[in-house]
C-alpha cells in the first residue's frame, strides 16, 4: 500500500533555529514528491522533487530528495515565527493515466516562539 | 490572476441534509481535484475530473457522494444525506491540461460541519 510518513508529528523551536522535517515514503511508480505548507487555509506549494540528489531552495527553505533510500528532508535555516504552520509531504505514484492522486502525509506543526 | 476559488469558506449541515461545495479552478486549467482533511488527519484524494468527464475516483466513498464538473460553470462536490463523520475540510484543486510534472495548487478549502 502506497503510504507516506512524516517526522516528527510536532516540533517546538525558538525564532533563529534551523530545523530539519523527514518525509520518508512507499508508492508505485514513483512521479514526484511535493512539500506543502499549511497554515490556517489552503496548502501552499513549496517545492517539487522528481531526482535524486538536486537540492531546491527558496530562501530559507530548501529540500533534497533520496530515491534510492526513498525519502526527503525539508531544511529551514533561520526560523521565523511566520514559518509556524504544519508542513505537508506527498508523493505522487503513476497510475496508469490518472494524476494528481497525492498520497499525503500526516504533516509536522512546527511552532517557532519568539 | 485568481487562484482556485471554492465556496462557501464554512457549511453547517444537519444530519440528513445535502451539501453541495463549489469550486472554480484557476483561469485556464481544466482538470479539478477534491481532496478530504478529516481532523488529525492528512489530506485525501478523492476524485480528478476533467469538463465532463470523471477520470479518477478512486477515492470517493461508494455512497452519498458525488462530484461533476460541468461544460459550463463551477465543479460541485454533492454529499447527499449528512453524517456527522462527514465533517472535514474538502479541499479542491486544480491544474492545466498539459500538467504532468506540474504541482497542484489549492483552494482555501469548504469547512464542513454536520450537527
Known amino acids: 500500500e502506497d503510504k507516506v510518513v512524516q517526522s516528527p508529528l510536532s516540533l517546538v523551536v525558538h525564532e533563529g533555529d534551523t530545523v530539519t522535517l523527514n518525509c520518508s515514503y512507499e508508492v508505485t511508480n514513483f512521479r514526484s514528491l511535493l512539500w506543502y505548507k499549511q497554515e490556517k487555509k489552503a496548502p501552499t506549494f513549496l517545492f517539487m522533487l522528481t531526482s535524486s540528489g538536486i537540492e531546491k531552495k527558496s530562501g530559507r527553505l530548501s529540500s533534497i530528495l533520496d530515491k534510492k533510500e526513498l525519502f526527503s528532508i525539508l531544511n529551514i535555516t533561520a526560523t521565523q515565527t511566520g514559518d509556524s504552520a504544519v508542513y505537508l509531504c506527498a508523493v505522487e505514484g503513476n497510475y496508469g493515466g490518472s494524476q494528481g492522486n497525492l498520497i499525503f502525509g500526516k504533516g509536522t506543526k512546527l511552532s517557532v516562539k519568539p | 490572476n485568481a487562484g482556485v476559488m471554492q465556496n462557501p469558506r464554512h457549511l453547517v449541515r444537519r444530519r440528513g441534509q445535502e451539501a453541495r461545495l463549489r469550486c472554480s479552478p484557476m483561469k485556464g486549467h481544466s482538470h479539478v481535484y477534491w481532496y478530504r482533511q478529516l481532523p488529525e488527519e492528512g489530506l485525501k484524494f478523492m476524485v480528478y475530473?476533467?469538463?465532463?468527464?470523471?477520470?479518477?475516483e478512486s477515492g470517493m466513498p461508494k455512497e452519498r457522494f458525488s462530484a461533476e464538473f460541468p461544460k459550463e460553470g463551477p465543479s460541485i462536490l454533492r454529499i447527499q444525506q449528512v453524517v456527522r463523520g462527514d465533517s472535514a475540510a474538502y479541499f479542491c484543486?486544480?491544474?492545466?491540461?498539459?500538467?504532468?510534472?506540474?504541482?497542484?495548487?489549492f483552494g482555501n478549502g469548504t469547512r464542513l460541519t454536520v450537527t
Open positions: 484543486a486544480s491544474s492545466p491540461e498539459n500538467s504532468y510534472n506540474s504541482p497542484l495548487h
Open positions: 475530473l476533467q469538463k465532463e468527464n470523471i477520470i479518477d
